[in-house]
């Protein structure tokens, strides 16, 4: 098996294991375990607990003393033991201390799976604008072919989405085992403590267009997170209409959402494309209006016919949203920065994101829980809300963000 075929696979069981319970599992604990809301904000914001520490200080490791692929297969381990035990689980405190454990696990491992696609790419002489979106796609179809398995078998609300999850764990496990070693950078010349201490990343800090690109990576991922966790209870809150109870959106909602992530394949093909044509502004700025379109649509979208429209234009646009800025800032980074930093850069990254999940989360669950009255969710002024704030992002970022030429990709 050659190691383009290696990647492709480890990326596609990367975000298979996501997708099990990334966009169900809000579902699972708001309908059958009884969560409020905010407990289930506080689930979800332990995605942006573990961003805030954990890639950094595994991207450091991976740059300075272990290689990439043993702490990765150490992530997963860790990830599987942690997802099976959470579908044991109905108390929401034990529920977010378990799932806590997971993330810290599994977020630095998204990370650490890029910095090994990258690479394996520079060691075979490949580009990575043209061949990082062709390995990236893997993974949108592996986390599309875990929602559609959890919504046919009927497994949204039920514990045992997490258990799968952790099977596919065990088999990465077993994958990245077989990995060829990563060789570790090291340099001869005296360091300073902050070398030392892995913080060369922080220089990219000194840069006024990277410190912005990071300010509004903390933007977007609480965008991001307000998404993952609270589009399926939306979804299943139309369960109850008897009008409805033969639509897709009711009977397979986990399909539907799907949709976003064939979506995504279109675009993650077409970013080396917008790279080169626009630089990363346009391209983030792309992503920022797609936002705005994402929760547009959704304010209004129902299983109606009419209604069904708008939800599958809102899952086209964040099919761009979250490419254009995901991937192609993956990509930004690795072109800014060298070798010897490349695991602790991306690890700063979703750090930043990080915050903004955490920030997206919470926030966002007490937004839902402040228009919720008697267990009903007044969904439209919630997604109206969160699509202001993308546009009013969109025009900060437009005037901010002022590279002195386009970015050459």
């Not at 490349?342 to 829980?369: E, P, T």
Request: glycine share 6%; with cysteine.
């Amino acid at each position: 098996m050659n190691i383009e075929t290696r990647l492709k696979i480890i990326s596609f069981l990367q975000f298979f294991i996501w997708g099990t319970w990334l966009i169900s599992l809000s579902a699972y604990m708001i309908k059958t375990l009884g969560f409020s809301s905010i407990e289930v904000g506080l689930v979800y914001g332990n995605v942006g607990i573990a961003c805030l520490f954990m890639p950094s200080i595994l991207g450091i490791i991976a740059d300075k003393w272990i290689p990439a692929n043993y702490l990765y297969l150490l992530c997963h381990l860790i990830g599987a033991i942690s997802l099976a035990i959470a579908g044991f689980v109905t108390n929401p405190t034990i529920m977010i201390l378990i799932m806590l454990i997971h993330c810290c696990a599994f977020m630095p491992s998204i990370s650490l799976s890029y910095s090994i696609i990258f690479y394996f790419l520079a060691k075979n002489q490949r580009d990575p604008v043209s061949y990082f979106p062709k390995m990236r796609v893997y993974g949108t179809v592996g986390l599309i072919s875990a929602m559609c398995i959890i919504s046919l078998l009927k497994l949204e609300l039920s514990h045992i989405q997490l258990f799968i999850g952790a099977a596919v764990s065990l088999l990465l496990v077993v994958f990245i085992a077989m990995l060829p070693c990563i060789s570790i950078v090291q340099k001869n010349e005296k360091k300073s403590w902050i070398s030392m201490l892995g913080l060369d990343a922080l220089i990219l800090f000194k840069q006024y267009n990277m410190c912005i690109f990071f300010l509004f990576t903390l933007f977007l991922g609480a965008i991001l997170q307000i998404n993952n966790a609270f589009i399926s209870p939306f979804l299943h809150d139309f369960n109850g209409g008897s009008d409805y109870q033969t639509s897709i959106v009711v009977a397979y909602p986990g399909i539907l959402l799907s949709l976003s992530q064939v979506s995504e394949i279109f675009f993650i093909v077409c970013i080396p494309f917008f790279l080169r044509q626009y630089g990363i502004k346009g391209v983030l700025l792309i992503s920022l209006f797609a936002w705005i379109l994402r929760f547009g649509f959704l304010a209004y979208a129902d299983p109606s016919s009419y209604g069904l429209i708008l939800f599958i234009l809102s899952m086209l646009a964040y099919g761009c949203a979250f490419d254009f800025f995901n991937v192609s800032g993956s990509i930004f980074i690795e072109k800014s920065v060298t070798e010897d930093i490349r695991n602790s850069a991306q690890g700063l990254f979703m750090i930043v994101k990080g915050f903004g999940a955490y920030l997206g989360a919470v926030l966002g669950g007490i937004i839902v829980n402040i228009f919720t009255e008697n267990s009903t969710r007044d969904w439209s002024t919630i997604w109206l809300i969160f699509s202001s704030y993308a546009a009013v992002l969109f025009i900060l970022f437009l005037f901010s963000f002022k590279p002195n030429k386009k970015e050459a990709f």
